[in-house]
């Protein structure tokens, strides 16, 4: 079927291939706007900050606990990643992955 057929099919008629190969024709337009309109622009200021909320996010984004999280949040080493008002946390994942990974980088130092 064309594209001009399937627009015109009402959605419950649509096989599931049908409605994959639908919404992937859209997908691709919407992508190839998206890039012509990034090209134009200054990508600095056009780039999109990924952001996890809460410590569930800063769990599922380190993939630990929840004590780790709040630990490592509470530690410091991520401090420029948050933003918390009062009760609402939002962290930007890349800042604090790039924080982490920084922290790292002069080793764990043993106890003794």
């Given at each position: 079927m064309t594209k001009d057929q399937l627009l015109k099919l009402p959605l419950w008629q649509y096989t599931g291939?049908?409605?994959?190969?639908?919404?992937?024709?859209?997908?691709?337009k919407t992508t190839t706007s998206t890039e012509n309109e990034t090209s134009?622009?200054?990508?600095?200021?056009?780039?999109k900050r990924w952001l996890v909320y809460g410590i569930n996010g800063l769990c599922e984004?380190?993939?630990?606990s929840k004590a780790t999280?709040?630990?490592?949040?509470?530690?410091g080493v991520i401090k420029d990643a948050i933003t918390q008002t009062g009760r609402k946390i939002i962290i930007d994942a890349q800042l604090a992955l790039e924080l982490i990974q920084s922290s790292k980088k002069g080793g764990r130092k043993c106890k003794k």
């Open positions: 291939e049908q409605f994959l190969e639908l919404l992937d024709s859209h997908f691709v134009d622009e200054n990508v600095s200021t056009t780039a984004l380190l993939q630990c999280a709040h630990r490592i949040k509470n530690s």
